[in-house]
């Protein structure tokens, strides 16, 4: 799952080089609140789920943990 956002995050800010790991900050990964709805817009794309957006998501361990939420409850 890191693999994917990995590459959806990549191809979002156009940089093949950025080094993305679970416990790396939204902030860190110099993504704001819009750029964290295209985020989660091409994240549910991908994985086939609906992420409520009053879900508070500022690492991409929390946003994979949404994630599979998200698959078992559906």
Do not use: H, W
């Not at 789920?49 to 929390?62: C, F, H, K, L, Q």
Request: charged share 30%.
């Amino acid at each position: 799952m890191l693999d994917k956002i990995t590459e959806i995050l990549r191809d979002y800010k156009s940089d093949d080089s950025l080094a993305v790991a679970e416990n790396s900050t939204f902030e860190e990964l110099e993504l704001d609140s819009l750029d964290l709805v295209q985020l989660v817009m091409d994240v549910e794309e991908e994985f086939g789920v609906t992420i409520e957006m009053d879900t508070p998501i500022t690492t991409v361990a929390e946003l994979m943990a949404t994630i599979e939420n998200a698959q078992e409850n559906d």
